[in-house]
């Protein structure tokens, strides 16, 4: 009871309690970001030294338009790569953040709502089948084609989960973790039947969109996720005390004048809009959103007010590193970006689950 009257104080008055490390914490993970970003902007099958950064950066403010060809792979491939990289993994972090916050759970996952499934199974469709089902589309869209198939996809699952999952008086949000499994499931099998039918090559494009890459970064992607994911960081900030509200359990989160409802239908919108940018633009990215907020919360404790922020960092982190590494530990081939976030997640998630053996999550 005492603690419960101790969160509630916290919360009416968002003010942290004494000694609080949450900002201190948040500058060195920024930090942290920079150093990571400086690092990875020299990586690749053309490296660029640090000391040659800055000149490369100040060529962008001059007149000449004749650009070494350090100057052309930075602002061309290297600096669309990292910027799309920077925003996948704060949205996906964020996203984390919110649907954990949302389950009170921390082995939640963005994955549950079924944006990145949807998207999966719109992408199969389209590499596999849109020639023959969508013969005009190629014309209306162009290059963006399986992009907005993708992003479509992943909106119309999270709607037909959040659907489901919805009862009188707002959504169950048990109803909705098992309505996410099942419809996850599903998609499994749409992917599989799909990928009996494609062939080689069609098999091939559609096995590596789904292990995830920024290789096909381009300032037009940047624009896309990183607009939708900063409208999603700015707007998940803002739920920050609601959540901390609603860690108290639905019942007195409305006692304390917490619209719950509107706050499930808010972190569902938020995250789907996020997850299906990046996995449209990306291919799945796996981890990241189970990662990036169970470190901030060993870190920082359950504070969402340092939770959500943190998560965001963490997870841009997260994904630069890992696409360092993958365009330059097998160069100058690239190993896809899922499949190094899945050998350091799978890890983590067990030992997570092992760690939580006989307690409540």
Known sequence: MTQAVMTTSRWR??????????PWLLGALGVLLVGISLFAAGQGAYGLPL?????????????DEDRSAAELVFFNIRLPRLLLGLMAGAGLGMAGALMQGLFRNPLADPGLIGVSSGAALAAGVTIVLGASW????????????LVVMAFGGGLLVTWLIYVLSSREGGVRVGLMLLAG????????????????????????????????????ARWSAVWLVGGLCAMTLVAGFRLARPLNALALGEAQAVL???????????????TALAVGAVTATTGIIGFIGLLAPHMMRLLAGPDHRWVLPGSALIGASLVLLADAVARTVAAPAELPLGVLTALVGVPFFLTLLRSAHGRRL
Do not use: H
Not at 134 to 145: E, I, K, N, Q, Y
Not at 195 to 204: G, H, K, T
């Open 256 to 270: 304390l004048g917490v619209p719950v409802e509107r706050l499930q239908r808010q972190v569902v919108v938020l």
């Open 51 to 63: 000391r040659e950064l800055p000149g490369v950066l100040a060529a962008a403010f001059a007149a």
């Open 134 to 145: 969508f013969p005009d589309l190629p014309r209306a869209l162009g290059s963006w084609t």
């Open 181 to 216: 499994i099942a419809i996850n499931a599903l998609a499994g099998a749409g992917l599989g039947l799909l990928s009996f039918l494609a062939s080689d090559e069609q098999l091939r494009s559609l096995q590596f969109w789904l292990l995830g890459s920024l290789g096909g």
């Open 13 to 22: 008055s968002g003010v942290a309690p004494a000694g609080s490390t949450g």
